[in-house]
Structures are given as C-alpha cells and as structure tokens.
C-alpha cells in the first residue's frame, strides 16, 4: 500500500509554503503520525530549515557519484544508464525523516521535459515512464523504510517539468496563499494546469497497457487553501488584506474547482475550501530559525521567555488545529 503524497504548491512564491511544510512535519510528528518529509523545490529551502549547513554541505558532496542523501542522486543514474537509487534518509526523530533536496536537481528539468512526451510513444515504454515517475518511485521507497502514513512535499512556484513530475505523484493538493493579487493570479494559473496535468498523466498511463512497474495515480486533488495573514498592524495594509482576502473563495472555486463562484461564502473564514487563515508569528520565527526548531516546540532557554512563551503555546495549539483539520480532510477522502 502506497503512502498518501501531500503536495503544498502555488505558482506564485514567498506565501510562507516551506514554512507551512516544515511546521506541519514537525506537528504531524507530535500528533504519532509517521511523516517523511521530501524537498523538490530546487532552492531546497526546506532542506535548509531542517538541517544545519554543514549536514547539508557533507550530503552534498558526492565525490563517490554512488551517494543517495538528496533526490538528485537518487534519480542521477537517469541521465546515463542506470537506474532509481533508494534514499538514504535523514532522521529527524522518531516519527519524522526528511528527503533532502539539493540545487542539483534544476539540471533534470531538461530530461523530464524530453521523455515527458515519449510516454506517447508506441515502444520502449519502460525508460519514459521511469524518469517522469522517479520521483514517486523514491517518495514511496523512503516511506517504506521509515513506515510513514503520509507524505509531505515542498515544491517551488514554477510550472515546469520538475513540479509536473512532483504533482504526478502527488494525490492531495494544498494551495498557500497571500492575501494579494499575485495570489489570486497564481490561482488562475494553478488550477488549469493542475487539469491539465492530471489529463495528460491519464493519456500516458492509458498508453502503457501493461506496465513493468508501479505507477502514480496522478490524483493532485485538491484539499483546500490557506491564507497568510498579514503582519503589519496598519490600517492600509490591513484594509489590503481584507479586499483580496475576501476574493479568494470565488477565485478558488472558478479557478481551480471550475465551479461557479455564485453561491460561495463571502469571506474566507466561512469558505469550506478555506482550511485556515494562517498568522504571521513576528519574532517567533527568527527565534525559532536560530534554534532551527518549530516556533511551538521554542523553550526559555531559546529565548521564548514572557511573551514570546505565550505566543509559543499559541502557535502549538494554532498548528495543531491545522493538522487535525488537514488529516481530517484527507483521512476522509482516502477513506471514501
């Protein structure tokens, strides 16, 4: 049985994502979920949050070229005639282990993007469909060896290649967002690429009558969205936030639900697509990156004393409420 990929994604960067990945972990891991955490973003920015830079730097030297620490050099073989490398995973804790990205990984767009349509093809089905599905192939593997129940995945805001390939192996869809109007563009973007993603997948696998191995289903269904709220305590920005805040719900449900915005709710928080309005934490967060530890997880001795303790226990219960809602949501539709 394969483990439920969670892919957080929107077109348009900077609307806290890595940040929402990293804490969801580290909170899925407190509620006895089994999480592996995966970095495809290029930039490996959630690489970066999770380990220190001198872990990072020993996983990415490969003198060996036989190194599997990061996604790239599992899926290295690929681009001459080798084969997918199981991951060597980083253990975070008990119930939490990270597939580290690497800034190598840019340099497969160009063979994902050259076998995406060989999947076509009416011969040697077996080297397409393993590049394009590689990624799938090692999240599952890394799942396997540390028997989680779900998968986490951070992507970057691009939609090429290397984010098709990720969202073919992805079944659920998280969509963060900024109350802004490069979001509410990024929602017109995503949603007919999701579609279209998802339709081109289901070509290719109908193409492949017999297949020599295990492929995604390709699902990328969406779970909701979040929306970061603003940090800035000034009534410009604020009346800003409220103004595309409220445009979200009837852009979502066009744009990516292709359903018509008539009937939807006024504002986010009463939108069912809503999963929450996510706080901008302040201080917490610079604290809580040179501890390199989740905001609600800081102690006194990391600095949260007074009000920074308080604004700690907040978030725990902030983040928790996030968690249980999201499992919720995709608990149901796994179960259905």
């Not at 076509?120 to 192939?137: E, H, K």
């Not at 308080?310 to 539709?333: G, H, P, Q, S, T």
Request: glycine share 6%; proline share 7%; with cysteine.
């Amino acid at each position: 049985m394969t483990a439920p990929v969670l892919t957080f994604f929107n077109n348009k960067g900077g609307v806290g994502k890595t940040s929402l990945v990293y804490h969801l972990a580290w909170m899925f891991s407190e509620l006895d979920r089994r999480v592996l955490a995966v970095d495809l973003d290029p930039q490996a920015n959630l690489t970066a949050a999770f380990l220190p830079e001198e872990i990072v730097e020993r996983l990415w030297r490969d003198d060996s070229g036989e190194k599997t620490d990061t996604m790239a050099q599992c899926i290295a073989p690929l681009a001459q005639v080798g084969d997918i490398r199981q991951p060597n995973l980083q253990h975070l804790s008990d119930t939490l282990s990270l597939i580290p990205g690497d800034l190598a990984l840019s340099g497969f767009e160009d063979l994902l993007s050259a076998e995406w349509p060989n999947c076509l093809g009416s011969r040697n089905m077996y080297r397409p469909f393993r590049v394009v599905t590689a990624f799938w192939q090692v999240l599952q593997w890394g799942a396997e060896r540390c028997d989680a129940d779900i998968i986490l995945v951070d992507v970057g805001p691009s939609l090429g290649a290397i984010n098709r390939s990720a969202l073919i192996a992805t079944d659920f869809v998280v969509v963060p967002l900024g109350a802004d109007l490069f979001s509410r563009q990024g929602l017109r973007n995503l949603g007919p690429t999701l579609r279209r993603w998802r339709d081109e997948w289901n070509k290719r696998v109908t193409n492949w009558n017999e297949p020599e191995f295990p492929l995604p289903k390709g699902s990328m269904e969406p779970l909701g969205y979040l929306i970061q709220q603003h940090g800035v305590r000034l009534s410009r920005p604020v009346r800003a936030y409220d103004r595309w805040a409220k445009r979200m719900p009837a852009e979502y449900a066009r744009s990516v639900l292709e359903e018509s915005p008539a009937d939807v709710a006024p504002n986010a928080e009463s939108d069912a697509n809503c999963i929450a309005t996510i706080k901008h934490y302040r201080s917490l967060v610079p604290l809580g990156q040179d501890a390199r530890k989740p905001i609600f997880k800081l102690s006194p001795a990391d600095g949260a004393i007074g009000s920074h303790a308080v604004a700690a226990a907040e978030a725990f219960k902030d983040f928790k409420e996030l968690a249980d809602e999201i499992a919720r949501r995709f608990d149901r539709r796994t179960s259905a």
